[in-house]
C-alpha cells in the first residue's frame, strides 16, 4: 500500500487519475490534475503544492465551525477507543446517539420531537419521504404518495432524492424517475417574468406559493403526501424565499392536509444566522431534514427531525409493528459524538448569531459590485450569497453556456486563493462561521477580480 504522506503532488495527482472516481465525475475538471488538499485550520486550507486558499464556500456548505477543531478529533478518538459502533437495531442503543438526539430536538423549532439518524443529507431526505409516505399510510389514506418539490431545488442524488431534485442535469443519465415525484416553480424573483414589470420579491413568493395550492389542486389532495423546500435554495443558485413565502406555504399544507418537509441540511445549525432556517419567518415544519452542519463535516452524519403529529404516530403503532426503515449506522456512536462536540463549540463560541453578523458583512461587500455591467442579481441570506452573472443587465441576457462564464470564474477566484463554486454562471459563497472579517472583505475582492477578468467588465 502506497505511504500518501511521501508522495509528490504529481504521483498523487497520477493516481488519482487511475484509481478515484470523483462525485459528479468530469475529467476535464481535473485535467490537469485536482487540487490536492492537505490540511487546514480555520478558514484556510493548504494544498499539497504549498498553496493557501480561503474555504469560500465551507468546502461544501458543511464546515461551519472551521477547519482543524481539535475538539472535535477528540470527541471522536474518545469514542472510538471506548465503542466506536453499535447497532441501534433489536433494542439496543448508545449513549452519544441518545444525548445528541435530545440536543437537537432542544433547539430545533418547538414542536419537534424526536429524530432518526441517517449518515448524510440524501439519506435523510430519503427517510423523509417514506416517513410521509407512511404516514398516510397509517392514517387509512393510502392514495396520498405524491411528493412536490420545487425546480431548482437540491435534495441528493439518491433515487428518490434524484427525483425530487429540481435540476434536469442531475435526471438525464438516470430516468426515468421514481413515480410520484413532482416539481413546481420557486420563487426566483431575479428569474420571474414579474421582475421585469417592477414586481417585488413579495409578490413573486405569493404567486410561487400559490403554484403549490394550484398543483394539489390539480392532481387532488388525496393524492398529495408531502412538499419539501429549502429555506435557501442551495446548490440551485443560492435563492432565498421571499418574505411571506413560507407562512403562506404552511397555511396551503395545512388546507390540504399535506407534510411540510424543510430540507435543511445547509441552513440547519447556524448557517442563516438562525439554529434552523425557518425560524426567521416563524414557520415550522412537520419533518426537517439535516446534515453538513450538524458535524460540520468532520464526519457523515444526517437525520430527520419529526414534528408532534409524525413522531406521535409512530410511537402510537401496536408493539409488534414496526417502521420498516432502517440503517446499518443509524446513530453511529462516534459520529454522534463528534456531532454533540460541533454543537457545544457553536453554543460556546456564539457562532450562530457570528454567521448572521458576516453574512451581512459579506452581501454589504458583494453589493460593492453592483457597479459591473455583468453583475445582474446580488443576493444571499444569513451567511450564504450568490452574484449572477449576465451578459446584459437589461435583459438579463445569460451568456452562452459554450463560454463557461460561472466556472471560468470559479478558477479565476482559486488562482486568486480563494474558493467558491458555480451553478452555470451563478458564483456561490458560504464560508465558514469562523470566518475573520478581513478574509471575508478578502472574499469580496477575489470575486470581483475574478468577475472582471473573465467578463472583462
Known amino acids: 500500500m502506497t505511504d500518501v504522506s511521501e508522495l ?33 485550520r480555520g478558514s484556510l486550507v493548504r494544498s499539497a503544492d504549498g498553496r493557501e486558499f480561503i474555504d469560500g464556500l465551507s468546502e461544501l456548505w458543511n464546515v461551519n465551525i472551521g477547519h482543524g477543531r481539535g475538539e472535535l478529533a477528540e470527541a471522536a478518538a474518545d469514542q472510538m477507543t471506548r465503542l466506536a459502533f453499535v447497532s441501534n437495531y433489536n433494542g439496543q442503543a448508545n449513549l452519544p446517539a441518545i444525548e445528541l438526539a435530545e440536543k437537537i430536538v432542544s433547539i430545533a423549532y418547538p414542536s419537534m420531537r424526536s429524530v432518526f439518524f441517517a449518515s448524510g443529507g440524501a439519506e435523510a431526505n430519503e427517510s423523509a419521504f417514506k416517513l410521509a409516505r407512511a404516514y398516510w399510510k397509517l392514517k387509512d389514506k393510502p392514495s396520498k404518495t405524491k411528493i412536490f418539490s420545487r425546480r431548482l431545488a437540491y435534495h441528493g442524488v439518491t433515487y ?74 442551495g446548490a440551485g443558485g443560492v435563492i432565498p424565499a421571499p418574505d411571506g413565502y413560507f407562512r403562506r406555504i404552511r397555511e396551503i399544507c395545512d388546507r390540504h392536509d399535506v407534510l411540510f418537509i424543510a430540507d435543511e441540511v445547509i441552513t440547519g445549525y447556524g448557517r442563516l444566522g438562525t439554529w434552523f432556517g425557518l ?64 454543537i457545544r463549540v457553536i453554543e460556546r463560541e456564539g457562532l450562530v448569531a457570528r454567521a448572521g453578523e458576516l453574512g451581512a458583512r459579506l452581501r454589504k461587500g458583494l453589493q460593492t459590485l453592483d457597479s459591473l455591467p455583468c453583475a445582474g442579481d ?80
Open 8 to 40: 509528490t503532488v504529481e504521483e498523487a495527482q497520477r493516481l488519482d487519475h487511475q484509481f478515484l472516481i470523483h462525485p459528479l465525475h468530469n475529467a476535464a475538471q481535473t485535467a490537469d490534475g485536482p487540487l490536492v488538499l492537505i490540511s487546514g
Open 160 to 233: 428518490a432524492a434524484m427525483s425530487a431534485t429540481g435540476m434536469a442535469n442531475y435526471h438525464t443519465q438516470f430516468g426515468p424517475l421514481a413515480p410520484d415525484f413532482l416539481q413546481i416553480e420557486a420563487p426566483y424573483w431575479y428569474r420571474w417574468d414579474g421582475w421585469a414589470e417592477g414586481k417585488t420579491p413579495e409578490e413573486c413568493g405569493a404567486w410561487a406559493a400559490d403554484q403549490l395550492e394550484q398543483a394539489i389542486l390539480r392532481e387532488g389532495p388525496d393524492t398529495v403526501a408531502a412538499f419539501i423546500a429549502e429555506p435557501v435554495q
Open 279 to 342: 425560524e426567521r419567518w416563524g414557520v415550522e415544519p412537520d419533518i426537517v431534514s439535516f446534515a453538513k452542519g450538524v458535524t460540520s463535516g468532520y464526519i457523515p452524519l444526517g437525520g430527520i427531525i419529526l414534528g408532534e403529529k409524525v413522531d406521535q404516530l409512530l410511537r402510537d403503532l401496536p408493539k409488534q409493528t414496526a417502521w420498516m426503515h432502517a440503517y446499518t449506522y443509524s446513530g453511529h456512536a462516534t459520529a454522534c459524538a463528534v456531532g454533540l462536540a460541533n
Open 378 to 457: 446580488i443576493r444571499g441570506l444569513g451567511l450564504m450569497a450568490a452574484v449572477e452573472v449576465v451578459a446584459d443587465r437589461k435583459t438579463r441576457e445569460s451568456y452562452p453556456e459554450s463560454e463557461a462564464v460561472g466556472t471560468r470564474i470559479v478558477a479565476a477566484a482559486r488562482d486568486r486563493g480563494v474558493l467558491i463554486r458555480n451553478r452555470q454562471d451563478v458564483v456561490e459563497m458560504a464560508p465558514p462561521f469562523s470566518t475573520t472579517e478581513e478574509q471575508i472583505d478578502r472574499i469580496v475582492e477575489v470575486v470581483g477580480e475574478a468577475i472582471q477578468s473573465v467578463t472583462g467588465g
